[in-house]
């Protein structure tokens, strides 16, 4: 049994789709551009951290990418076909993960840098960080597309909804291992660093002011992570209870409207990323180059 008629019946979910992909679409590609110009182009070197935030950028290029495709098939009977439905699902969810994976690694490199610097330093190089970065673009990739054909049933009018009423194990597998495991992650490394850069605050009120705001980034990263992702995750755990409990097409489409409403909030990470990855860039390493007296063989670490 199929529960296809969520869009038709919700247009205020119609309107509220069409403003925010529209504008997360040209807001966020602007501004990841003009960071990963400035990435790319205007820094004298490549860092790991450097290698983690590019590709943090480019991950969410390539979700802001298929928006218009999104709001093509939330306003028409999809008719691009079934091949292109399955590449752009799966290109959406490979880059939806894998935004979520670098910013736990940029988390991880960050706890590391600070509390590990001395062997972090001998270990670490932008080439493996490339190769860190690499391995989970290509598992992404095929675990997406093997998700995405085996869910899509024979309905071809509708794209980037599910329709069959199958409990689906990979959206279970997706919320616990693609996002609880990350939040529990990235939760340990903030909590880590901020103690620490709570520590070094010195009484100079210019120090002061450097690790006091590399601590408010910190947290609102935190927060944002939270509030973009806790809850589509939450309506991924809930639809498969329901499925699994044979519940109605009425509450399916109760927790379908969920759903949407609460992807277009994960959406929103997409443009928050080029902002507060930008300013942490330089805020996070301003506050580790006060460090200097407490590592001093890092310093040339620390300030790059």
Known sequence: MNCSTLVSEHPPLQILACITYVMFFFIGTIFN??????????????????V?????????????????????????????????CIMLTSFYFTNTYMSIFIITAISCDRYLAIRH??????????????????????????????????????NSTTCFVKVNREPSEW???????????????ISFFSLKILKTL????????????????????????????????????TAYIVRYLADSADASCHTINHIQVFFRV???LSNANCVLD???????????????????????KCRSFCIS
């Open 198 to 233: 709570r520590d070094q605050i010195t009484l100079e009120s210019k120090d002061r002011r450097s690790f006091r705001k590399a601590m408010n980034i910190i947290i609102a990263n935190m927060v944002i992570f939270v509030v973009c992702f806790s809850p589509v995750h």
């Open 171 to 185: 959206n279970l597998a997706f919320a616990l291992a693609g996002f609880l495991f990350p939040l529990v992650l």
């Open 117 to 154: 610097p001395l062997k972090y330093k001998s270990w670490m190089t932008p080439m493996k960080a490339s190769v860190v970065c690499a391995i989970p673009w290509t598992l992404l990739l095929i675990t997406s597309i093997a998700k995405t054909a085996q869910e899509k049933n024979a």
């Open 52 to 84: 983690f935030m590019v590709n943090l950028m480019m991950a969410d290029i390539l979700i802001l990418l298929t928006f218009p495709f999104k709001l093509y098939a939330l306003l028409n009977p999809w008719d691009l076909g079934h091949t292109v």
């Open 274 to 296: 080029s902002v507060c990855y930008y300013f942490a860039a330089s805020e996070f390493w301003e506050a580790l180059s006060k460090q200097k007296q407490t590592f001093p």
């Open 33 to 50: 551009a003009f960071a990963l110009w400035i990435f790319c182009c205007r820094l004298p070197k490549w860092t790991e951290t450097t």
């Open 262 to 264: 609460t992807t277009l």
